[in-house]
């Protein structure tokens, strides 16, 4: 079992920046592949960026690799998104999802564990 519990949303002006958390506990990190993902009101979750839990491959997603970083803290269990030149299409509810298994996934469906997301709002 996995517990995620995200961080870090808000309201912000475009252009601006956020950072968001992820506290995850239960397990270790090497265990599962850790993920980001968001979704649009009326939409699908989307992936954002992922990594790999062995040998900390990274994913993102087309256009927003140089605007997101994700990485992570394996002594505190916390993976981050920095977000930065947030536009108004980024407005979403961001989530935190876990898999277990070594290698990430961007189906969100291969996703057994999900945080209860954060509000992100960016203002035009």
């Known amino acids: 079992q996995v517990q995620l519990v995200e961080s870090g949303g808000g309201l912000v002006q475009a252009g601006g920046s956020l950072r968001l958390s992820c506290a995850a506990s239960?397990?270790?990190?090497?265990?599962?592949?850790m993920g980001w993902f968001r979704q649009a009101p009326g939409k699908e979750r989307k992936e954002i960026s992922c990594?790999?839990?062995?040998?900390?491959?990274?994913y993102y997603a087309d256009g927003l690799k140089g605007r997101f970083t994700i990485s992570r803290d394996s002594a505190k269990n916390m993976v981050t998104l920095e977000m930065n030149s947030l536009k108004a299409e980024d407005t979403a509810v961001y989530y935190c999802?876990?898999?277990?298994?070594?290698?990430?996934?961007?189906?969100?469906?291969?996703?057994?564990?999900w945080g209860q997301g954060t509000q992100v709002t960016v203002s035009s």
């Open positions: 999802g876990a898999k277990y298994g070594s290698y990430y996934a961007t189906d969100p469906g291969l996703y057994a564990y």
């Open positions: 239960g397990r270790t990190f090497s265990s599962y592949a």
């Open positions: 990594f790999s839990g062995s040998d900390l491959s990274i």
